[in-house]
T-cell receptor, first 109, second 114 residues
Framework: GQSLEQPSEVTAVEGAIVQINCTYQ??????LSWYQQHDGGAPTFLSY????GLEETGRFSSFLSRSDSYGYLLLQELQMKDSASYFC??????????FGGGTRLMVKP | EPEVTQTPSHQVTQMGQEVILRCVPI?????FYWYRQILGQKVEFLVS????????KSEIFDDQFSVERPDGSNFTLKIRSTKLEDSAMYFC????????????FGPGTRLLVL
């Protein structure tokens, strides 16, 4: 089985940088994805790491350390529209995604 | 940009009734999935489907659930005899390849069982 832990809530101000951590305990781990979900909306893919290191996609970056079973999502130059829930999700070779509990990010002016 | 679509957006049903949730995955995708999200909780995997058969399923996906690809475009989730605890948002997703990082999610069907 797989379990993922992430903080339940994070608050930051506009323009700031925020890091959302995710630790996982899994069998058959293949990679770690990050999804954004606005209230009432569908999960939207943000980033993915299969190998150790940093992946950068615009204002969003994601990091993975397989030896530490740890990853994080880094959001830079925060905007009000970034207020949403962020989920880390571990995938196995068969593409089954196991989601963490989600981190609710509140961006304040 | 191609997207996954789902119908209906909302469904209200009586306990014990059968419901069918419909999805149209992105046209060149080969892998299809159903997830559910109970209000305020995390997204949970139900089942994955490839080449007209189930490739993986979770403990949630018991005998009351079934999936089907009845034609070249639709992918359906049937719940045979709904229970109150089946009330949730159901998301369909698709991906192009196995082992690819990106699953594209549809907008979801909100199911309410009374």
């Amino acid at each position: 089985g797989q379990s993922l832990e992430q903080p339940s809530e994070v608050t930051a101000v506009e323009g700031a940088i925020v890091q959302i951590n995710c630790t996982y305990q899994t069998s058959g781990f293949y990679g770690l994805s990050w999804y954004q979900q606005h209230d009432g909306g569908a999960p939207t893919f943000l980033s993915y790491n299969a190998l150790d290191g940093l992946e950068e996609t615009g204002r969003f970056s994601s990091f993975l350390s397989r030896s530490d079973s740890y990853g994080y999502l880094l959001l830079q130059e925060l905007q009000m529209k970034d207020s949403a829930s962020y989920f880390c999700a571990a995938s196995n070779a068969g593409n089954m995604l196991t989601f963490g509990g989600g981190t609710r990010l509140m961006v304040k002016p | 940009e191609p997207e996954v679509t789902q119908t209906p957006s909302h469904q209200v049903t009586q306990m014990g009734q059968e419901v069918i949730l419909r999805c149209v995955p992105i046209s060149n995708h080969l892998y299809f999935y159903w997830y559910r999200q109970i209000l305020g909780q995390k997204v949970e995997f139900l089942v994955s489907f490839y080449n007209n058969e189930i490739s993986e399923k979770s403990e949630i996906f018991d005998d009351q659930f079934s999936v089907e690809r009845p034609d070249g475009s639709n992918f359906t989730l049937k719940i045979r005899s709904t229970k109150l605890e089946d009330s949730a948002m159901y998301f369909c997703a698709s991906s192009q390849l196995q082992g690819t990082e990106t699953q594209y999610f549809g907008p979801g069907t909100r199911l309410l069982v009374l």
